[in-house]
């Protein structure tokens, strides 16, 4: 495959994204040194597996992992793998608290770490797997999910993902009561927050073009409260971004540092938020990791080429159906005329 200089050359024409790119060359602890195409090519074809690799990945991810490792170009925290590491609750829970307590706007701490495969098979036998997920001081769950394509986690599947919660505490809460000889409660089943950042949001939520914090929670239409236990949070972060202007809080910050991939968001939030530096030089390092980094863009790939097939025989399915429809209504239609032709 041949390539071009097409970063390189936007950049050298963008006088402000220059500016912006010699602002991080200041910061080599932070973004190391910046490389050339040539060079990062250059290393990556020292290795034969690796450049195979890296051969398959499609002509986007190509030029977002040479722009990254070149050292013009961020990373966005929304492939599943850099999400987890960064926000790794056992390794680093006090970030993932931060950024818990700013979206659910109170004080949260971090008491367990759950294994995000639920042991709880559906009769289909299929397997719901999490992000991430945590158990608070409070005894309430958080499920946090990073959807790269929003149309792969409508409304349903947030309900199946908060209704896998529920049933997995009240599970858990009956065994631990029957081991303690103690009486089962419902009042003993704690609150659930299923949290979705979409990095493309579907066409529903661009209906509201101005708003990117979704928070639901059943009610009734009487005004009858009863706590119903189950909450969401949807996050549209292409929204949050065309409504940004500046960071004018610390949720803002973590927001951008997850959704953006350009150097002016990386020097707005860091000179807004010093102590995003040790966020961002996590990030940078794997610049140095290039095996890894391309199994995770490969691992991005397949995920996304494997969904959209999915999303394609579904779109095909339910077209066929509709057509099954179309067709029966004609056929009752020319049944009903044939008849009324044979009265005549």
């Not at 209704?163 to 081991?179: C, G, H, P, T």
């Not at 979409?198 to 914090?213: A, G, K, T």
């Not at 066929?320 to 029966?328: D, G």
Request: net charge negative; hydrophobic share 40%; aromatic share 12%.
């Amino acid at each position: 495959m041949k390539f071009t200089h097409t970063q390189e050359m936007s950049i050298n024409r963008n006088p402000a994204q220059m500016e912006e790119v010699r602002w991080m060359e200041r910061f080599p602890d932070v973004f190391g040194p910046r490389s050339t195409r040539e060079e990062v090519l250059a290393e990556l074809k020292t290795d034969e597996t690796l450049f195979t690799l890296f051969d398959k990945l499609s002509w986007e991810l190509k030029e977002e992992f040479v722009s990254f490792c070149m050292g013009v170009r961020g990373m966005r925290i929304t492939y599943d793998p850099m999400f987890k590491f960064v926000f790794d609750p056992e390794l680093k829970p006090e970030r993932l608290e931060e950024f818990l307590s700013l979206c659910l706007k109170e004080t949260v701490r971090i008491l367990q770490v759950i294994p995000n495969e639920s042991k709880r098979l559906t009769e289909e036998s299929s397997l719901l797997v999490m992000d991430i997920l945590v158990r608070l001081a409070s005894g309430a769950l958080v499920n946090v999910e990073i959807q790269r394509v929003g149309y792969l986690f409508p409304g349903a599947r947030c309900a199946c993902y908060s209704s896998d919660l529920i049933m997995r505490q009240y599970s858990q809460v009956r065994e631990n009561k029957r081991q303690s000889g103690q009486r089962f409660s419902y009042q003993d089943i704690k609150r659930v927050y299923t949290i979705v950042l979409i990095q493309q949001s579907p066409s529903e939520f661009h209906r509201f073009p101005d708003q990117y914090l979704h928070y639901s929670r059943q009610t009734f239409n009487t005004g009858l409260e009863l706590d119903l236990l189950q909450e969401y949070l949807l996050i549209p972060l292409d929204i949050f971004r065309k409504n940004h202007h500046n960071i004018s809080s610390k949720l803002d910050a973590w927001l951008m540092f997850i959704a953006s991939d350009q150097p002016r968001d990386i020097r707005e939030v860091i000179e807004t938020y010093p102590e995003f530096q040790e966020l961002y030089r996590e990030v940078f390092h794997f610049r140095y990791h290039k095996k890894e980094l391309v199994s995770m863009f490969s691992e991005a790939l397949r995920i996304l080429d494997a969904n959209t097939t999915q999303y394609m025989i579904e779109v095909q399915q339910a077209q066929i159906e509709a057509l099954q429809e179309e067709n029966r209504r004609h056929k009752e239609e020319i049944e009903r005329l044939q008849e009324l032709l044979a009265q005549k």
